[in-house]
């Protein structure tokens, strides 16, 4: 079993940054899938970025390219969203999410752009992020 907690988050500026943190309790091996979905009410959760734990380029939605970083401490079993200049747009409950079955780098990537959301099977427990104008 993984639990995954979050941290980070809050409200801030247009243009301003923020770190989420997502701390796996158990192992995450090394052809895991990992990614931040976003969700604002009455929308579907959305896939805004994924990392294949074995390596390979993380995947980012379109909106998101250029501002997001993901990115995973292997030793600290920690996975991060680093967030810039951030728009009002980003406004939304954040959630990290794993899935600890065989993946490759494209299934993952496939997996996260797709929001096929079911398939995972641990997530964290959500932290909101304000962008005021």
């Known amino acids: 079993q993984v639990q995954l907690t979050q941290s980070g988050g809050g409200s801030v500026q247009a243009g301003g940054s923020l770190r989420l943190s997502c701390v796996a309790s158990?192992?995450?091996?090394?052809?895991?899938?990992m990614g931040w979905f976003r969700q604002t009410p009455g929308k579907k959760r959305e896939g805004v970025a994924g990392?294949?734990?074995?390596?390979?380029?993380?995947y980012y939605e379109d909106s998101v390219k250029g501002r997001f970083t993901i990115s995973q401490d292997t030793a600290s079993n920690t996975l991060y969203l680093q967030m810039n200049s951030l728009t009002p747009e980003d406004t939304a409950m954040y959630y990290c999410?794993?899935?600890?079955?065989?993946?490759?780098?494209?299934?993952?990537?496939?997996?996260?752009?797709?929001?096929?959301?079911?398939?995972?099977?641990?997530w964290g427990q959500g932290t909101q992020v304000t962008v005021s104008s």
């Open positions: 999410a794993a899935d600890l079955d065989s993946y490759s780098s494209y299934q993952c990537e496939v997996t996260i752009s797709s929001s096929v959301t079911d398939v995972f099977a641990y």
């Open positions: 158990g192992k995450i091996g090394s052809s895991s899938c």
């Open positions: 990392i294949y734990t074995g390596g390979d380029s993380p």
